[in-house]
């Protein structure tokens, strides 16, 4: 510690909020301030939320962390600090693009710009939270070295400018959005020296024993020192990088920052060198500024999934000499979160519809009308369901480390929303377990789920989808009414049948010429249903 650290963080925002609080609650104004029945006084705070993401190093095995922050409409902002239950309650509703929150906790409570909250309410719903991101989105990157190491310069600016350039950041943001987002990243200014050692901004400020980064005051202070060089509102996003590791992490998300005079949110990134060493990280952290959550396998772990580049970036299957390991796509559940599907380019799959479809390769997709992406909805919940995509190499996902049918289950409720279907329970969502090759099923029995990779297609697969999973289904052609593959309502075409039967059960068809010229790739049994008659295929 040295002196000067508490010039430095005498933060004028929270200077400001306790101001402005006490005149809140000298006027007694009902809306932000009340007594408890144990006669605790509550301060409530209203303003918009920003989320940033914290990624430790690759290969570490620490978790991701999540920070928050809040900015009152004029302008304050303090950080959130929630327990475990809040959290809870915000992990699937709130993403980085400012959902309008109000805040309570103790009167008594905010210090050193933040603020203990007890409760946390969202006033938007979770799709309102996402918006979709188009046309261009412009990211200034600043470098800033701390003061004690001022001749520690770990790239030059050209660096910078090639990784953010038309043959970089911008080429891999274009391609994963299909063109729906280009990234200007022109502007890249450095290297400034902030006024602090680094130890005036990364140290442990809650006394847990680990280093906290001061992310705010680190914005603040490499912003103001580019200020001169560069107009920051007329930009989306910032981007900042440090000659020096920070605490756990690299950081992505949103804050509300003030420079050139304008008060406004940013998209925001954090790099130590450890992270802008490495494209796959620069792309996951720049995903948390669009918006994007974390996807991961499922067995608890977040950064254990080769699909995703929010994840584990891709697995750095390919390690370029200069941007190191080189990330994958995001998968197509994040796309859509984006905005970046047509609902002509997502399959969703109806109750009553056992359908096969035409999924085409989700990176580099090569024809105008197969589906990117089928959504299964699982129950009535609109905010549980499955995705399923095809990966196959192509563009950024060249190195992928396996070509197949993949499935995320998704609940938009949990922090990481996307998890990998892994039927076999091995712990590794990469292996063949989460690779659906032709010939294979995933079968869900509890909601009646099958999804069969009928054939290898050019650019993808043929996949088939029943929400009503039947084992056995009945076909019966002559049935006009209510169908959905029971004996009492048996389906009305062969079709049906195969794709909404159990791999491996039995499809009783009535006897009766069916037009099906239709191949088998489902193991299944055919029989004639009842004692006479014939079935006759192909006819
Ligand atoms: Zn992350």
Request: charge should be negative; glycine fraction near 10%; hydrophobic fraction near 35%.
């Amino acid at each position: 510690m040295n002196d000067n650290r508490s010039v430095l963080h005498a933060r004028p925002t929270a200077v400001l909020m306790l101001v402005a609080i006490t005149c809140v609650h000298a006027a007694g104004a009902p809306q932000d301030s009340d007594a408890q029945p144990d006669g605790a006084a509550t301060t409530t705070l209203t303003g918009t939320l920003h989320v940033v993401w914290g990624d430790p190093p690759a290969g570490s095995d620490l978790p991701p962390v999540k920070r928050y922050w809040i900015t009152e409409k004029a302008g304050q902002t303090v950080e959130l600090i929630l327990d475990d239950e809040g959290l809870a309650r915000l992990a699937g509703t709130v993403v980085s693009n400012g959902e309008r929150v109000t805040a309570t906790g103790p009167a008594a409570n905010l210090s050193d710009g933040r603020f203990r909250a007890d409760t946390v309410a969202t006033s938007g719903s979770a799709a309102a939270a996402v918006g979709g991101v188009y046309g261009e989105v412009r990211y200034a990157t600043v470098a800033c070295r701390f003061a004690d190491s001022t001749g520690t310069t770990p790239r030059p600016l050209s660096f910078f400018e090639d990784l953010m350039g038309v043959t970089g950041m911008n080429h891999y943001w274009q391609e994963l959005s299909y063109d729906n987002i280009s990234i200007d990243g022109a502007t890249v200014v450095g290297w400034y020296d902030l006024p602090g050692d680094r130890s005036d901004y990364v140290y442990d400020d809650d006394g847990d024993g680990d280093l906290d980064a001061q992310l705010e005051q680190l914005a603040i202070d490499c912003v103001a020192a580019a200020e001169g060089d560069v107009y920051f509102p007329d930009y989306d996003g910032i981007l900042l990088m440090f000659n020096q590791t920070l605490d756990c992490c690299a950081w992505g998300g949103g804050l509300d920052l003030t420079a050139n005079g304008v008060t406004r949110g940013y998209r925001m990134g954090w790099f130590p060198p450890a992270a802008f060493n490495r494209q796959d990280f620069v792309g996951h952290e720049m995903g948390h500024s669009l918006g994007l959550p974390h996807s991961s396998g499922p067995y608890g772990a977040t950064y254990d999934s080769y699909w995703d580049v929010m994840s584990s970036g891709g697995g750095c299957q390919y390690e370029d000499p200069e941007f190191g390991c080189i990330g994958v796509h995001t998968i197509a559940y994040h796309k859509d979160m984006l905005g970046w599907l047509t609902p002509s380019q997502r399959f969703d799959v109806s109750v009553s519809n056992p359908r096969t479809i035409r999924l085409q390769r989700l990176a580099v997709p090569a024809t105008g009308t197969d589906y990117r992406m089928a959504k299964i909805p699982i129950g009535g919940s609109p905010t549980h369901f499955y995705t399923v995509e095809t990966r196959l190499a192509a563009g950024y996902d060249s190195h992928l480390v396996g070509e197949a049918v993949i499935m995320h289950e998704v609940d938009t409720t949990r922090s990481s929303h996307a998890l990998v279907v892994d039927p076999d329970g091995n712990g590794d969502p990469n292996d063949e377990g989460a690779q659906f090759l032709p010939g294979e099923s995933f079968y869900d029995a509890v909601n009646q789920i099958v999804v069969h990779v009928e054939r290898a297609i050019p650019f993808g697969f043929e996949v088939s989808i029943s929400r009503q999973a039947r084992n056995p289904a009945y076909v019966d052609p002559s049935n006009t009414g209510y169908e959905d593959g029971t004996a009492a309502n048996p389906w009305n075409t062969l079709e049906e049948g195969l794709i909404s039967v159990v791999p491996g059960a039995t499809v009783y068809a009535a006897p009766e010429n069916y037009p099906d010229a239709r191949t088998i790739r489902k193991p299944l049994v055919l029989r004639r249903d009842g004692a006479s008659g014939a079935v006759v295929l192909g006819q």
